[in-house]
């Protein structure tokens, strides 16, 4: 069973191995969990999965390998041998205890006979289960533990809760999920580089230490700069149109940057970079800042971060006058070689799922325009884009 159990985990991408599959088998021998499905999920979850962002996936495969089973019986079953159980019952058993079993009918019937029950038992349960839910469906009064009632003090039967693994807590650890801001900062600290500038304002505790020992005792405070993320960033991001369903998204990445970078200069624009963007989308139509001004500010040590989902007509970056906003004097595919050679640091993260790119003649030719350097808006993602910019 475990091995079938193991099979539906690898269907399912949990990268779990033979040597993990023996572990939990050990552990089974030992008895560490008995006749439990909860205890049994935890400890096969730890011994299975070694990264939690494959705690989803794991959840999914137990829930689907293990759907209406409540205990592990049928498990136990195929893992004991019944000559194994009968001398553990043997031992357990006085002679008078093993007489009377005989009485019964010898120890297959009575063992037999006490399964029976332990069914009855399930089926009268699930059939209560059942009734009361229906109750609680005619009612529409039930609080969340199945209680009715406003005070939820009725006299109705606690619902049972929830298995744990089809709650499926660990979903946002999955790496192909979309991003909150807490796991974007996390992406982004990939990219770092430290170093100690600007004014003495740190305890430096090891020189300290090490100087007043020099000084006989006497207190000699050593102050050093404070260690500071170096790493420069420019960010364009797209705009309006078809941007609009990413605006959320886009919202936290821009939120994250501001935290997290502190050399960090952002701008907008519309579909395709040309000759001119702008920071303020209020005032993008009157206070225009030239593509020109930026790339000559800015040095060549600047990574540089572009967000949108290329997608548009191909002309738009093929073309002059393909802009859908101005004439453009020249072809956005012509600004972006421009930047890419100004800046060889760069990367593309587009908020659409990767697998619907192949179906859009423009985000083709902006991957080629990038040299394939565009990721999706995800943790994977985010984290190799970063990678490759801390090169």
């Not at 003495?200 to 700069?225: C, F, V, Y």
């Not at 936290?252 to 001119?276: C, I």
């Amino acid at each position: 069973m475990l091995i079938n159990f193991f099979l539906t985990l690898r269907r399912y991408n949990v990268p779990a191995t033979i040597r993990e599959l023996m572990d939990l088998i050990g552990a089974m021998k030992q008895r560490l969990v008995y006749a439990n499905i909860d205890d049994f999920y935890l400890l096969s979850r730890t011994c299975l999965v070694k990264d939690e962002k494959n705690y989803d996936k794991f959840d999914r495969a137990f829930s689907a390998y293990f759907k209406g089973l409540d205990d592990l019986h049928g498990l136990l079953e195929s893992l004991i041998p019944d000559e194994w159980l009968r001398h553990e019952i043997e031992q357990l058993l006085d002679e008078k205890d093993l007489a009377e079993i005989e009485s019964l009918g010898g120890l297959e019937a009575f063992i037999e006979g006490i399964a029976k029950k332990l069914r009855e038992e399930a089926e009268e349960q699930a059939r209560q289960e059942a009734e009361q839910a229906r109750r609680e469906g005619q009612d529409g009064d039930a609080d969340q533990d199945g209680q009715s009632g406003p005070g939820g003090k009725g006299k109705g039967k606690k619902r049972k809760a929830r298995k744990v693994w089809d709650q499926r807590q660990y979903k946002n650890l999955d790496d192909s999920v979309e991003l909150g801001t807490r796991n974007i900062k996390m992406a982004l600290r990939r990219l770092r580089k430290f170093a100690r500038q600007g004014a003495d304002e740190e305890l430096d505790m090891d020189n300290t230490i090490q100087s007043t020992a020099h000084n006989g005792g006497m207190l000699d405070i050593k102050m050093r700069p404070e260690r500071r993320n170096t790493v420069k960033v420019l960010t364009f991001f797209d705009i309006g149109g078809s941007m609009d369903a990413h605006v959320k998204i886009c919202e936290e990445l821009f939120s994250a940057t501001r935290t997290e970078f502190k050399h960090l200069e952002s701008f907008y624009f519309h579909n395709f970079l040309y000759e001119s963007v702008w920071q303020d989308n209020k005032r993008r139509l009157s206070e225009r800042i030239p593509t020109w001004e930026i790339l000559n500010k800015y040095g060549s040590d600047y990574r540089v971060v572009i967000v949108g989902d290329a997608t548009m007509a191909p002309y738009e970056i093929t073309h002059s006058g393909g802009s859908v906003e101005h004439w453009n004097e020249e072809p956005g595919a012509v600004w972006m070689q421009r930047i890419s050679t100004i800046y060889p640091k760069l990367i593309w993260i587009n908020p659409t799922p990767q697998e619907t790119w192949e179906y859009s003649s423009s985000v083709a030719i902006t991957q080629e325009l990038v040299e394939n350097r565009m990721y999706p808006l995800t943790i994977r993602g985010l984290e190799d884009a970063m990678s490759l910019l801390s090169k």
